[in-house]
């Protein structure tokens, strides 16, 4: 069987992780790696393999699949690079920063004729598919959601909003995509925010409805303390209470009584707890098989659309509707 010939671009820690799974994975082969600190690329070569590239332009003359794992406000540029030069694309998440790049990236998507899958690892993290898999037996009528971080202080980037786009854009929007992935399609959100440790809103609550009649509240803060769990879902159904802890475990609670089962996944490794072994996985099958890649170019849009939306709220005080 030919190997899928990969290219990195950005070898920092997510395009590290990723590299090491595809040098693992017998259908994948490293070709090209490129970061604008060429020693990095050099020490992440001689771990994976891949020949270090001086140039964007020369790494995609090197590879079939390109994964873009540099900083988000990069990645429409590198994307767009790499669907007019005929590749497949993994980009990582964010899809892209302000709505009117992530609608310009889209377009492009749809009309390339290869694949374009958007780095949104929770899909795939066996805590997420095994809620998903209970909420499809058990239809959910609300829930209480947060993500939090500790501190945007290490490592440094994570607090300029010159390189994130916004504190919602790093993390925070794995669980925007999370609540389409859960609940389906968002009909209106509002939203409040506050700035206090960080030179941007740095607190966020916000009150989502669905076009299904389910609803949630949710609750992202840039400055709370490393306490266990740092993301956490409580799903509420008929006399049951389903609670993710990290994607580490559930706790699901059937009934009137307190009894409650656990479902761990603390014993399987990093790569497969957090998804993204899975992820890239399925990167290549689509690839291989010919099939849509299971987290589409208009995911990564969407979560883009709410996180703008959130912004938009609180700037001006009102709900936002969707179509």
Same mark, same amino acid.
């Not at 997510?14 to 992780?17: A, E, H, L, Q, S």
């Not at 500790?150 to 202080?153: I, R, S, W």
């Given at each position: 069987m030919?190997k899928?010939?990969?290219g990195i671009?950005?070898?920092?820690y997510?395009?590290?992780?990723h590299g +090491?799974?595809?040098a693992?994975?017998?259908r994948?082969?490293i070709?090209?790696?490129?970061?604008?600190?060429?020693?990095r690329?050099?020490?992440?070569?001689?771990?994976i393999?891949?020949?270090?590239c001086?140039?964007?332009?020369?790494?995609?003359d090197?590879?079939?699949?390109?994964?873009?794992?540099?900083?988000?406000?990069?990645h429409?540029?590198?994307?767009?690079a790499?669907?007019?030069?005929?590749k497949?694309?993994?980009?990582?998440?964010?899809?892209a920063?302000?709505?009117?790049?992530?609608?310009?990236l889209?377009e492009r998507?749809?009309k390339?004729?290869?694949?374009?899958q958007?780095?949104?690892?929770?899909?795939?993290?066996p805590?997420y598919?095994?809620?998903r898999?209970?909420? &499809?037996?058990?239809?959910?009528?609300?829930?209480?959601?947060k993500? +939090?971080r500790?501190?945007?202080?290490n490592p440094?980037?994570t607090?300029d909003?010159?390189?994130?786009?916004?504190?919602?854009?790093?993390?925070?929007i794995?669980?925007?995509?999370?609540?389409?992935?859960?609940?389906?399609?968002i009909?209106?959100?509002?939203?409040?925010?506050?700035q206090?440790e960080?030179?941007?809103?740095?607190?966020?609550?916000?009150?989502f409805k669905?076009?299904?009649?389910f609803?949630?509240?949710?609750?992202?803060?840039?400055?709370?303390?490393?306490?266990?769990?740092?993301e956490? &879902?409580?799903?509420?159904?008929?006399?049951?209470?389903?609670?993710?802890?990290?994607?580490?475990?559930?706790?699901?609670?059937?009934g009137?009584?307190?009894?409650?089962?656990?479902?761990?996944?603390?014993?399987?490794?990093?790569? /497969?707890?957090?998804g993204?072994?899975?992820e890239?996985?399925?990167?290549?099958?689509a /690839?291989?098989?010919?099939?849509?890649?299971?987290?589409?170019?208009?995911?990564g849009?969407?979560?883009v659309?709410?996180?703008?939306s959130?912004?938009e709220? /609180?700037?001006t005080g009102?709900?936002?509707?969707f179509?």
């Open positions: 030919e899928v010939r990969i671009v950005g070898t920092g997510i395009g590290n992780v +090491n799974i595809y693992r994975d017998p994948a082969k070709t090209a790696l490129y970061d604008i600190i060429p020693e690329a050099a020490a992440t070569a001689k771990r393999g891949g020949r270090v001086s140039s964007r332009e020369h790494l995609l090197s590879c079939d699949a390109v994964l873009v794992c540099a900083p988000n406000r990069t429409i540029e590198i994307a767009t790499a669907i007019d030069a005929g497949h694309v993994f980009c990582e998440k964010p899809f920063l302000g709505i009117e790049d992530a609608a310009l889209l998507a749809n390339s004729e290869k694949l374009f958007v780095g949104h690892s929770r899909r795939f993290a805590v598919t095994k809620l898999s209970l909420l &499809m037996e058990d239809a959910p009528h609300s829930a209480h959601i993500m +939090n500790g501190e945007l202080l440094a980037w607090g909003v010159n390189v994130t786009g916004g504190f919602l854009y790093e993390t925070t794995h669980f925007l995509d999370m609540l389409r992935f859960q609940f389906g399609e009909s209106e959100l509002i939203a409040y925010g506050s206090h960080y030179p941007e809103i740095d607190e966020f609550s916000v009150i669905f076009k299904n009649g609803h949630c509240t949710f609750a992202s803060s840039a400055d709370a303390s490393w306490l266990f769990p740092f956490r &879902m409580e799903v509420f159904c008929h006399h049951r209470t389903i609670v993710t802890e990290e994607m580490v475990r559930i706790l699901d609670c059937r009137i009584g307190a009894d409650f089962v656990t479902h761990s996944f603390h014993n399987v490794s990093d790569d /497969i707890q957090r993204f072994e899975l890239d996985s399925a990167f290549l099958d /690839i291989l098989n010919g099939t849509e890649p299971m987290v589409t170019a208009f995911d849009f969407k979560a659309e709410l996180v703008e959130i912004y709220s /609180i700037r009102q709900p936002v509707r179509d």
